[in-house]
């Protein structure tokens, strides 16, 4: 296993476009967190699933956010319309059942609204 | 949640030891200490973490108070690599907040030859 994986590493899109961000965790983690960073700023949470449950969303996360984890495996992340606000680093992470050991993050997918 | 207080950034030479303070006066129950770092344009990288107990690893070491209200990370030999920010989080243990780690603004930490 390498690790959280995210696709793109990259996105540039139009604003109004949608765009849809994949993570892949670890395989025996069982939960899956999505955070967003802008430049300067710590990452903050956006939503989180325990298996393919989502448990948790931020008010950060308003209606043109969706984030799925179908299987309880893979997760996609979509933002509808986009705005040029939505420019941002998008981590994913995972973590064991316990939650207690540390996340494991991916490196991230850089969206760029223009 | 409880919050955290970080220096905004520090400095150290490089070969000695770097110690990253981080106050969390609002600590409560079995709310677990965690430091992460972030090199640029990388996702953060987990460092360790501890409850009330000092803990270490081959990358670092945790100094808790025995209050809990602070901590300290130790990085014992510093290198040009470890130049990064470092982000001192307590978790959350309510609820379906389970583990869900909230960043603040972090440290810079900068290593100087």
């Known amino acids: 296993d390498t690790g959280v994986s995210q696709d793109p590493r990259h996105k540039i899109t139009k604003r109004g476009q949608n765009v849809t961000f994949r993570c892949d965790p670890i395989?025996?983690?069982?939960?899956l967190y999505w955070y967003r960073q802008t430049l300067g700023q710590g990452p903050e949470f956006l939503t989180y699933?325990?298996?393919?449950?989502?448990?948790?969303k931020s008010r950060l996360l308003s209606d043109r956010f969706s984030a799925e984890r179908p299987k309880g495996s893979f997760s996609t992340l979509e933002i509808q319309r986009t705005e040029q606000g939505d420019s941002a680093m998008y981590l994913c992470?995972?973590?064991?059942?316990?939650?207690?050991?540390?996340?494991?993050f991916g490196s991230g997918t850089r969206l760029t609204v223009v | 949640d409880a919050k955290t207080t970080q220096p905004p950034s520090m400095d150290c030479a490089e070969g000695r030891a770097a110690n990253l303070p981080c106050n969390h006066s609002?600590?409560?129950?079995?709310?677990?200490v965690y430091w992460y770092r972030q090199i640029h344009s990388q996702g953060p990288q987990y460092i360790i973490h501890g409850l009330k107990n000092n803990e270490t690893n081959e990358m670092a070491s945790l100094i808790i108070t025995e209050d809990r209200k602070s901590s300290t990370l130790i990085l014992p030999h510093a290198t040009l690599r470890d130049t990064a920010v470092y982000y001192c989080i307590v978790s959350s243990d309510r609820g379906t907040s389970y583990g869900k780690l909230t960043f603040g603004q972090g440290t810079i930490l900068t290593v100087h030859p």
């Open positions: 992470a995972s973590s064991p059942p316990t939650g207690r050991d540390g996340y494991t």
């Open positions: 395989s025996e983690h069982n939960r």
């Open positions: 609002t600590i409560s129950g079995n709310e677990y």
């Open positions: 699933f325990q298996n393919e449950a989502q448990l948790e």
